[in-house]
């Protein structure tokens, strides 16, 4: 019962984010925004569609979304809400957790190189950069987490992990901003791409996809919010973690990224593309310090 | 040199007034004044005649706000071949171009006599767009990306192919000439004047009101049996094309933010433009002023009820606009993305010949407005606003500072109005002067129009002439690009906001 309130909770939360984020949006430039359903009855009205193929694509890109969204799914199932455990629970889950989002990633960008346009193959292989330079942080971020808490298991780790002393609240800050980090990243948000562009040769994650329709384009939708999720609920559960609140609060916390991000979109403009890959290494640099230090709060060590 | 000196505000001149000179002068002549800045072209074309076919050169002067023009009259088979000026001055190559296309004379060592607006030869029918000659560099790590032929926002055709290494672009191909319009043509298939006008106002949608204007005092110009205009009407079509200039720009630097994704000054430049341009409407019945420019008279006399919401808008955009001015040059995110991007330095600008912002950019004084005043503006004293770094930032700080200045201009000749002076209806059936040629220059946003007229020896229009300032600036796009991430091509292509249209006429 436990771990199907947990699933419900982030597929409730993988519905809301992207709906916050625009909402947020359009609210600081003004606007009255989209109806809080909007994108669900966006991607029901796609599930109902069929697809259209280009002669020049193979098998590759016809499975590629089913893989996007299957490794999604499973990923998302690993993740708990607070105390609430999740389905899928074992050690080294959180390796598994990574190895999922690289295998979707890995799929759309063959997807997109399957197609034969420049442009989306453009895109794969940014997208091929920032994931291969985004992964270090996420492992370290997990680490780190997997070295407080002395498990590798998902579901043990948050309710483990004893934030006592001022030293551990800040690591486990410091491993909610690098989450939210990481969600802007993977979610290709602004400052690394920008969702809402519609110009091609300055897309990543869209212009991946311009080829697909239909029910497969629901099913990348439907992935990529509920990896949005699992990231914005790491990072809420080690917010809620580090100040050992309630769990109704993780859920709010999740949200908040949401608004974060929004806000972060209204008010900056996103980086030139050269810039990405020294952002995306800022972030590992600063999970690698947290992993050091963490380490050295764990074996006392003093400096 | 015996070219003849025109001033932009002067009358209409006979044909046979134009010098006629043999072609080492012509291109002599032409070589040297174009290696000196304060020259340069404002259009070269061929017009053909029972005698043969002339090739007409008017070239500004900027020093002494002059207009000089003179032909060479080309005997197609008794004569050899000429030489290319555009292998001297790069400035000259769409005009050459556009002749060898249009009448099959080939200029010998021109660098690259590829087709202007026509995808295959009209005179040589080898040349099929299969075999079209986008230029080509080969290499193991390089490779091609074809953005086109529509483009995906605005809905015109032209295609930009780049060559690039990984995200680096080593050379950027723009080829256009998708639409064949036929303006130039239709300009001349009817006699009505009204019809005329119209279709000057739909040569680009965006400068209706400047290429009204153009086409308007070329009227006039023709008009022997005319007293100049009115000071008021003068002052009310500096207004509008003001209006016009304002409302442009606007969109220009809300349109550079939304490449960006800097959504604050996008939504807000979004609806300074909506209130400039429903001003207009107000005026005229028409966003984008059309029909407000009539020939020797207007429909819509401004009267006070316009004046005094013209002045209540534009102050509030003046308010508004200063402050999103502030913070696009106070957000950091914004300055790295517009700053040393997009370079084209002031030797290239002037090579190319390029004008209007482009050139401003880039430390070149390229306006009409002060270089060559024409109706109000030869009150006004206009002091152009000139950058030096030729980025994309420079190109966006002189639109934000053109706007300021054009809401100035027009707050203060609103004041001017008087609205008791009854103002002439439009003429339309001028008695035209017979075998004449009519230049008229006009700064629109873009920069400078150049319509030419010239009639036969019924006085009826038998030649039309437009040279949009897009057609300058295209190749200074195409160099901004070099060697930037090509990632940045949209906000560089924005940040010129070049005309298609006006382009393929």
Known sequence: MEQIITTIIIIILALLIPNTISLTKAKLAGRRGVRIYQYFIDTIKLLRKGAVYSPTTT????????????????????????????????????????????????????????????????????????????????????????????????????????????????????????????????????????????????????????????????????????????????????????????????????????????????????????????????????????FFVAFTLLKEIEL | MSWLRLKNCGKAINLDQIPNIEYPEFYQNLVEMLEDENFHIADYFGYSTTEGLKLIAIILDDKNSDILIAEHTYHYYCEDSLLSITAKCEAMHPFERDITERYGIVFKNNPWNKPLRFLANRFDKRMIIEKYPFYQISGETLHEVNVGPIHAGIIEPGAFR??????????????????????????????????QNIIAENIAGDSAVSNAIAYSTNIEKLSANLNNNSKQLNTERAIAQEMERIAMHIADTGALCGDIGYQLGQVACEALRTITINTTQMWCGNRFGKSIIRPCGTNFPLNNEICSEIKKNMSDVLKRYDEIRQNIKNTPSVIARFEACGTVDRNIALHIGAVGVCAKASGLLRDIRATHPYGEYKNMNHVPIIKTYGDVMSRLTIRCREVLQSIEYVLSLVDKIDTSIVQSRPIYNNNLMQNAISVSIVEGWRGEICHTAITNSQGEICCYKVKDPSIHNWLALSLAVRGEGISDFPICNKSFSLSYCGHDL
């Open chain 2, 162 to 195: 780049f060559t690039c290494n990984g995200e680096k672009v080593l050379h950027l191909e723009v080829a256009l000439g998708y639409q064949h319009r036929g303006v130039e043509e239709v300009m001349c298939s009817t006699k009505s004047t009204l019809k």
């Open chain 1, 59 to 290: 098998a590759v890109f016809k499975i590629a979304p089913s893989v996007y969204l299957g490794s999604s799914i499973v990923a998302m199932l690993m993740i708990p809400v607070g105390v609430l455990h999740p389905i899928f629970a074992f050690n080294g889950d959180v390796i598994m957790f990574c190895y999922l989002m690289a295998l979707g990633r890995a799929a759309l960008i063959l997807a997109a190189m399957d197609t034969g346009s420049s442009f989306e193959g453009m895109g794969a292989s940014r997208e091929a950069l920032y994931g291969a330079l985004i992964e270090p942080a996420l492992f370290l971020t997990l680490g780190t987490l997997a070295l407080i808490s002395g498990s590798t298991n998902f579901s043990d780790i948050f309710s483990l992990i004893q934030s006592d002393s001022a030293n551990m609240v800040i690591v486990m800050l410091i491993i909610g901003y690098i989450s939210i980090k990481i969600f802007t990243v993977e979610m290709g948000r602004i400052p690394i791409d920008d969702p809402k562009t519609h110009l091609e040769l300055t897309m990543v994650h869209e212009v991946m996809i311009l080829d697909y329709c239909g029910v497969d384009l629901a099913f990348i939708n439907i992935g990529n919010w509920l990896k949005g999720a699992s990231i914005a609920m790491i990072a809420a559960n080690a917010i809620t973690t580090a100040f050992s609140l309630n769990i109704s609060l993780t859920i709010a916390f999740a949200l908040l990224v949401a608004i974060i991000i929004g806000v972060v979109e209204s008010i900056y403009a996103r980086a030139k593309m050269a810039r990405n890959a020294t952002y995306i290494l800022t972030i590992t640099a600063i999970a690698l310090l947290m």
